[in-house]
């Protein structure tokens, strides 16, 4: 009768050790697949498609929904500002009604693009820059990026309240490796580098 009660006993164990760690692989992966949900969801309200074919580059892109008026009866959408030289790679776009707005698209080819290469480049300007991670996904990176003390004559509290954020996504479209970031010279507070990574998340 021992004998039947501890292989019982055993037998019990061994059940709930396997329901164990079957419910730690399904948290697991409903986790995983929260996250996954989480990253693919951005935000595109106040946002509209724009083709960028007449501009020697295939992709539809994201730009702010800003209206204007034609005339007394009539409304119009604005379409940004597109700096782009025959055979460059490259091109810079604004909104002429939102100076907040700024953003550099390249076409790297078969060139790969990641954001761990990103995060390499700015170990380049390390001495310069202090660089704070806000937000990172699979191909998008929001950061802060604020000039060392001794790299600037302002002080230190000053220069903290300055706009300091900007982005980086990196795609892959049919093979092509692009890139979108946050215009490099400009200085944008967080609500607006959020507003064009989530635009530039949506390129396709």
């Known amino acids: 009768m021992k004998k039947i009660f501890f292989t019982l006993a055993i037998a019990s164990l061994f059940i709930s050790c396997e ?3 079957k419910e730690k692989v399904d948290n697991k ?14 935000d595109l309200s106040e946002l509209r ?4 074919n007449d501009y020697d580059l295939e992709a539809t892109i994201f730009i702010p929904e800003n209206h204007f008026m034609i005339s007394e009866d009539e409304e119009g959408l604005e379409d940004p500002v597109v700096t782009h030289s025959d055979g460059e790679a490259k091109w810079d776009l604004t ?3 939102n100076k907040n707005w700024s953003i550099t698209i390249e076409d790297w080819g078969d060139e790969e693009k990641s954001v761990a290469l990103e995060k390499e480049i ?4 390390s001495e310069v820059y202090d660089y704070k991670y ?8 929001l950061f802060q990026r604020a000039l060392k003390s001794g790299s600037t004559t302002m002080d230190e509290k000053t220069a903290s309240k300055l706009p300091n954020y900007h ?4 795609k892959n479209i049919n093979g092509t490796y692009i890139t979108i970031k946050s ?3 400009g200085e944008f507070r967080k609500v607006s580098a959020q507003k064009m990574l989530n635009a530039a998340r949506a390129i396709k």
């Open 95 to 97: 909104m002429r009604s």
């Open 19 to 21: 329901t164990e760690n």
């Open 134 to 141: 806000i937000e990172e996904g699979s191909d998008y990176l």
């Open 183 to 185: 215009n490099d010279l």
């Open 122 to 125: 700015h170990k380049e300007t």
């Open 167 to 170: 982005f980086v996504v990196v």
């Open 29 to 42: 992966e409903e986790k995983a697949t929260q996250e996954a949900t989480q990253e693919l969801a951005v």
């Open 49 to 52: 498609e724009f083709e960028m």
